[in-house]
């Protein structure tokens, strides 16, 4: 069980660092001297970017805690 928590800590830490990263790429852009229409072109493409990386995440995300209930508890499983 302490394995468990202390992945899902782990899994934050990197979620949390994820998005600060994002924010600070955000205000860069916002803060750079640039026409409005390049700026919103900027943002638009790491935003769709960002998108993909936190889908893909996500993903992992369930896959970890599908292994981590198979894990726990084989015969109670619910795959569907």
Known sequence: MYFL??????N?????FIGGLAIGATAA??????SGANTRHKISGKIKHGKKKMKELQEVVEEK?????????PE?????
Request: hydrophobic share 50%; charged share 25%.
């Open 5 to 10: 928590i202390k992945q899902a800590m782990k």
């Open 12 to 16: 934050l830490n990197l979620l949390a």
């Open 29 to 34: 852009l916002l803060l750079a001297p640039d």
């Open 65 to 73: 805690i599908r292994e981590a209930k198979l894990s726990a508890d």
């Open 76 to 80: 109670s499983y619910d795959q569907a």
